[in-house]
Each structure stands twice: as structure tokens, then as C-alpha cells.
């Protein structure tokens, strides 16, 4: 529908206009542009299932034209897509009107959009700006709308959102989903008829086994959950749409009336109490207080918003959001509609995962142990609220198989952990100026010929002395992880290093603070800090320095085990590979290593020169291993907690029990001996009284035992 250069056109022109760039001066014309951008993205988005932009870009551009069309009216057409609600209409299902037209939402990104709006609800209600309103908060579930229409206690209609005023009769469909009651007890409110809206979604993990056994069968996998979703409710065939395990959460009551037809559904009061009938009744219903929940105010509301953002992702299902949703029934119905949507809700949408920009240039780092690692330059996009700029492209194998070329839009990510992550290049956006990335063959610092170790994926730099090399271990040395040296940070020892201060590891232990302090940013007082903290680390622990020496595969618990077996570090100058094998949990990939080191004199040297700095080459009492706590209540048992603790933290009773003798696990198995709940006790007390050979204590039970 559209060509490569028409879309790669109106991509460059949407990001202009998202960065403030470029905007026309006629308003018409202004108007235009945006609605034809709109268009596009749409089709991107809900046709092709491949967005060029980020949920939260694409809305940005829509309230820019929202904004036009609201200072000059006159430029709304009646295709403009703010003048509808997204359709799936198409002309196989009957359409059937609903009984009170299904909007979209107004959005919101964070607590100050919330308080915003908590204001405005108030304003248009003639509240006090200070009187607390409440409000109903639940997930903003991301499947397809559904709208079922019960009379006389049965399910007589379902239908899609459509267009919003006109839906999709899928009764049919909606009929073999499980959690849709076919008959509801609505009689015993005195409702003679009712529409209730919800969201139909798939579970991530049943999507997933859906996935792996179409794969097994060489069918083409579902794209995503939603998709999979909105697709399974218009399929032909009910028995077909069975095989998808769709489900339905009701997320309102929209409309209820009795037999004289007047609305009666005022009368629960709460939208929090409609949906606590709505659980009774057999639907399936945010859960209440862990889904959804009555906050007294907006703030606590937006505190719920936000644990839900940061709790997402170990979610059975996919949201995009949380709906905050005035309570009071009434309120609802005195604030009213806009024609897209409720004045008395407002969704909170998380900031999105995916967005596209352009790969400007590829770096090459190299780490402390010579490890090349390609990092994509682009232009710098918002990427779940942190402007993004560079991102890891891992290795070369990665840069093949997404063949990735300089000038490509590419597609990013961040999803479960924080690290932005390169899903793929946007190819049919290519012009043919895309150039290919060469990987280099010789080390962009020294110029040494990188290898390749075979069956590794990382490329290395092989010389030693790379400087590159050099700075990496002086910065790892002094890091939180070895030496820790507070104070002294990337920035100090990128610094010293270009001075000519820094050349290796052991000169951190003789720097030229006379020197330093005449730099700027520098006085007396913070070279003295910089100095007691030195001076600090001079103490540390044998195996913080090990550790600090970036032996390649020479871990924290290798160093620490390094540590606990010599008298002095200069013992492994002696030491054969065998030698190390006699240590329990040492293998020969570090035996190999650590030997290496040590035979190499210029290394053996600096140790040397380290003690004569005063810094400590033997165990302290740190280094030597903690012995097992042989008497205590629990020796030998397997202790786990669950449920809030009351009169102490996670940790503070897992180190108590530790020191009764019991090992503490995280999971309820077949070997788990006691299990002490705290408040709210979930599924692993159940879990474990299945099993009927846990014991199962209290918290002051707990106490008594170790203290007793
Ligand atoms: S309330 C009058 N609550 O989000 C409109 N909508 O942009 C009130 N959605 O497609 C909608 N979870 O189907 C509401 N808990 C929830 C929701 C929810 C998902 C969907 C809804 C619609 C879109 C609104």
C-alpha cells in the first residue's frame, strides 16, 4: 500500500515533527500532513503489526493534531483520525450497534498527569481542589474490547469494539470462552438487561506453548499475544477460536436496566462495587485488592500505578497500562463523555518498550581482558523514559544475522531488564545508501591483529599492553566489585590516565597529589579524601585485590577461595595448574589462568612493588572461610518465608536463621522442611500443606525457636 520511499518519507517527517522540527506554517496544510502521518502509522500498526513508531511517539503525534483541531474546529475532516475510535470492521460478522457507544481513553505517562487530571475531574464536578476523590484502579489489559449483552439472565449478544459505535456480532465466538458465563444471576439485582464490557486476552505462557507446539507442527507462529487474541475472537469457526484458550476480563458494567427499562445500575454506587458483583456472579474480574484496587485518593492511586509498572512484567498476561476510573457511579455520570472518551477515566500508560531510530556509526570498546564489543551509535530516541544513544550490538555474529547496515531504521527494545536491545532492521525501509558494516581485523587502539578463539562468538585483542586494556583494568581495580575504592571513579581514572599518572594498576598507589590538587575541580580538601580512601583499600581483603587483578575467568568466588588457601599472594608464584586443582570448586579453565599470570615476571613485579606501596598481599579475617554452624534449633534443615513479616525484614530473619543452622531456599519443594507465614500468605502455603511435609510456623513461632 504504501512504497519503501513514501514510508521511509513519512517516518523521517513523523520524527521531525515529534522532535519539534520543520512544522509547516499553514494550518491546513499542517492538518493534512498529520492526518496522512496518522493514517500510515495506523496501518503499520493494526494491519501490518509492525509500528515504526513507539505506542507513546504515535500518541504524541495524534495530540498534536488534536491540539490544531481543537484551536481551529474548522479544520476537522471527517477522516481525521482523532474522529474515530480504531475499527476492525470488515465486512465478514453482522454488525450490530452497541448500547451506549465503546470509547477509547485519554492517556496519561506519569504522577503529574494524574494529579492533572485528578484537578480537572474536580474542576468540571465542583469539587474542592483539596478534598480527596477516589478512585478505582485496575490493569489496562492489551487484547480485544468485547461487549456481551445479557437479557433475563442469558447471553443473547457479543460483540468487537468495531468502529465504537457499530461492533462485530461474535456471539458464537464468544460462547466457547470459558470464563464468559452463558447464564449470569443479574435477576438478583433486579437487572432485566445489561452490557458488560471487558478485554479478551491469552495468558503469555499459554501463548507461548501455543507457539512452541505450531513450530513443532511447521505452522507460522502468532506474533504476539494481542494478535493472537483479537484475531482468535473474528475467526469462522467456534471450534476453531476453542483452540486458542482465549479468556475475558469484564472490566466494567456499562449499562443496566431493570424491567421498565430505567437504569438501575446507579444503585451499586462503586464501579469497585459492580465489579464485586460482577465477581460474585462468575465473571472473571481484575482480582480485588492485588488487580484492582478502591484508592482513597489520586495519589494513591498513582502509587498503585506504579507498583503495577514495576511488577508488569511477572504478569500472566500483557498490559500496557493501569485505567484509573473515578468510583462514585454518580461522578461518572456527571462528568460525562468527550466524543473519544470518558471524562471520569483516564489510562496510565507504561512508557513503551519499543521505538525506532537510525544507526548512525558502530564503536568498537574493548574490555579489561581485550574483548571487543560493537556498541551502535544513533540518533537518540526515547526508549521507556531514558533517552537512548547507544546500545551493545553484542558481536559480530549479531551485526550478521540482523544484517545491520550503517544508515538503517532500526527497530529497539527494552524489555524485562533494562539493557535497550536491537530487535531487527526495519529492511523495507532502505534506500540503498545503507552501507554494510566491516567488522575491523586489527584492534582500533594498538592496532594488533584481533583473534577469534574458536567456538567463542567475542572477538579479542591479543596484546597485553593495549592501552585500551591498560585503562579497563584500572578502572575495574578501583570499581565497587575489586577494590572498591570510594571516590575514585571512571571519570578520576580516565583522566589520570590520559595525564600519564595511570599506566598500570600499581600506580594508583602512587599517584601525584601534589599534582592533582592544582587541577581544576580539584583542592586540598578532596585529594585529602582521595587519599584516605587509597589509603583504606590498602587494608582490604586478599581476595578484593585477586580480584582486582582482571585474571581472565578469575571470579569473585575464585578469588575468595585463592584467598582462604595461601598464607601470602606471592604463594602463587610457586603454585602448578595441579596445585590449583586441589582447591574444591576451582577448575582448570581458572587454574590455567591464574598460573599464566603468575609466570609472567612484569606481573609477579607489580605485586611487588604493590606490597612496597603498603598495600596487603596476605589473608585477613574476611578472607578465611565462615565455618558451618554445626549447633543450633535448625541444624540441618531447609527453611523458607513467605507472606509480610511483621517484626523483622526478609533478610534479618533469613540471617537468623542461618545462624540456628538452617539453609535458607526459595522455593516450596519436596525438600523444604519448615516454612514460617507471615501476613497474606500466598500460594506457597498451600503449596506446602499439599505436600503435608513441611512444618508450618508463625512468625513469634519462628522467634521463639531461635531465640529459645
Ligand atoms: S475502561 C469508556 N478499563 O483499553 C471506555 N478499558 O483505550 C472505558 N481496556 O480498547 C474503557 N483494559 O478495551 C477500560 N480495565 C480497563 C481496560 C480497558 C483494557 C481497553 C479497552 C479499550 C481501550 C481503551
Not at 485496575?138 to 468485547?146: A, H, L, V, W
Not at 539493557?419 to 534506500?431: C, E, F, G, Q, T
Amino acid at each position: 500500500m504504501y512504497d519503501p520511499d513514501q514510508q521511509k518519507a513519512f517516518f523521517e517527517r513523523s520524527k521531525a515533527l515529534l522532535n519539534g522540527q520543520d512544522i509547516l506554517t499553514d494550518e491546513d496544510e499542517r492538518a493534512a500532513e498529520l492526518r496522512q502521518l496518522l493514517k500510515f502509522h495506523e496501518h503499520r500498526y493494526y494491519v501490518m503489526n509492525e509500528p515504526l513508531l513507539g505506542d507513546t511517539e504515535y500518541d504524541q503525534l495524534f495530540k498534536q493534531l488534536e491540539r490544531l483541531e481543537e484551536q481551529s474546529p474548522e479544520l476537522i475532516t471527517p477522516d481525521s483520525p482523532t474522529q474515530r475510535v480504531g475499527s476492525d470492521l470488515d465486512g465478514d460478522f453482522v454488525s450490530v450497534p452497541h448500547l451506549v457507544p465503546m470509547l477509547s481513553l485519554g492517556n496519561s505517562y506519569n504522577a503529574e498527569d494524574l494529579i492533572e487530571f485528578d484537578k480537572s475531574v474536580k474542576r468540571m464536578l465542583n469539587i474542592d481542589e483539596d478534598q480527596p476523590l477516589a478512585y478505582a484502579v485496575e490493569p489496562k489489559y492489551d487484547g480485544g474490547s468485547i461487549a456481551l449483552v445479557y437479557e433475563d439472565d442469558l447471553l443473547v449478544r457479543a460483540a468487537t469494539r468495531g468502529n465504537g459505535t457499530l461492533g462485530e456480532e461474535i456471539t458464537a465466538n464468544a460462547r466457547v470462552i470459558r470464563s464468559v458465563p452463558l447464564v449470569a444471576d443479574f435477576s438478583r439485582f433486579g437487572f432485566r438487561k445489561v452490557e458488560l464490557r471487558g478485554e479478551v486476552i491469552i495468558r503469555k505462557d499459554k501463548f507461548a506453548a501455543m507457539n512452541a507446539a505450531r513450530a513443532k507442527q511447521g505452522l507460522s507462529l502468532f506474533a504476539n499475544p494481542r494478535n493472537t487474541a483479537t484475531g482468535g475472537l473474528r475467526m469462522k469457526s467456534p471450534a476453531e477460536v476453542a483452540t486458542r484458550e482465549l479468556e475475558a476480563f469484564i472490566y466494567s458494567l456499562g449499562i443496566a436496566t431493570d424491567e421498565n427499562g430505567k437504569d438501575a445500575l446507579i444503585d451499586f454506587g462503586t464501579h469497585t462495587a459492580a465489579l464485586d458483583a460482577l465477581t460474585a456472579l462468575g465473571f472473571k474480574v481484575p482480582k480485588a485488592n492485588i488487580e484492582r484496587k478502591h484508592c482513597n485518593d489520586i495519589n494513591e492511586a498513582a502509587a498503585f500505578c506504579r507498583q503495577w509498572e514495576d511488577q508488569r512484567e511477572k504478569y500472566h498476561y500483557e498490559i500496557d497500562g493501569m485505567v484509573v476510573k473515578v468510583d462514585s457511579l454518580a461522578l461518572q455520570e456527571r462528568a460525562g463523555y468527550t466524543s473519544h472518551h470518558p471524562r471520569w477515566a483516564i489510562a496510565y500508560k507504561f512508557a513503551a518498550k519499543q521505538a525506532t531510530t537510525t544507526l548512525l556509526d558502530v564503536e568498537y570498546q574493548v574490555g579489561k581482558i581485550g574483548t571487543i564489543t560493537p556498541v551502535a551509535k544513533t540518533e537518540p530516541v526515547n526508549l521507556a523514559g531514558v533517552s537512548i544513544s547507544s546500545i551493545s550490538l553484542h558481536n559480530e555474529d549479531f551485526i550478521r544475522e540482523k544484517d545491520l547496515r550503517f544508515g538503517d531504521k532500526i527497530l529497539i527494545e527494552r524489555a524485562g531488564d533494562v539493557i535497550p536491545y536491537v530487535v531487527k532492521a526495519l529492511d523495507d525501509l532502505r534506500d540503498g545508501s545503507e552501507v554494510p558494516i566491516e567488522y575491523p581485523k586489527a584492534c582500533p587502539f594498538c592496532d594488533t591483529a584481533l583473534v577469534r578463539a574458536e567456538g567463542e562468538a567475542a572477538v579479542r585483542c591479543p596484546n597485553y599492553e593495549c592501552p585500551q586494556q591498560v585503562l579497563q583494568r584500572i578502572i575495574f581495580h578501583v570499581s565497587k566489585a575489586a577494590m572498591d575504592i570510594d571516590g575514585m571513579g571512571k571519570r578520576y581514572v580516565e583522566q589520570f590516565f590520559e595525564y600519564g599518572w595511570l599506566n598500570s594498576i600499581v600506580d594508583v598507589y602512587r599517584l601525584p597529589y601534589a599534582e592533582i590538587e592544582q587541577l581544576e575541580g580539584f583542592g586540598t580538601k578532596s585529594v585529602e579524601k582521595l587519599r584516605a580512601s587509597i589509603d583504606t583499600a590498602l587494608e582490604n581483603p586478599l581476595w578484593r585485590l585477586l580480584h582486582g587483578l582482571s585474571i581472565h575467568h578469575l571470579g569473585k568466588k575464585a578469588s575468595q577461595l585463592l584467598a582462604a588457601n595461601v598464607q601470602h599472594a606471592l604463594d602463587l608464584e610457586n603454585w602448578t595448574e595441579e596445585d590449583f586443582l586441589h582447591i574444591k570448586d576451582i577448575g582448570p579453565t581458572v587454574a590455567k589462568n591464574v598460573a599464566e599470570w603468575f609466570a609472567n615476571p612484569g606481573n609477579v613485579r607489580m605485586l611487588r612493588e604493590m606490597e612496597f606501596l603498603g598495600v596487603n598481599l596476605t589473608p585477613t579475617d574476611a578472607d578465611k572461610p565462615k565455618a558451618a554452624v554445626t549447633e543450633g534449633p535448625f541444624v540441618g534443615k531447609s527453611i523458607l518465608f513467605t507472606g509480610s513479616l511483621q517484626q523483622m525484614s526478609r533478610k534479618e530473619a533469613q540471617e537468623k536463621a542461618a545462624a540456628a543452622g538452617a539453609r535458607n531456599v526459595s522455593a516450596v519443594s519436596g525438600k523444604l522442611n519448615i516454612l514460617v507465614v507471615g501476613e497474606k500468605p500466598g500460594s506457597k502455603l498451600k503449596k506446602a500443606e499439599a505436600l503435608g511435609t513441611v512444618e508450618v510456623m508463625t512468625e513469634a513461632e519462628f522467634l521463639e525457636r531461635v531465640s529459645g
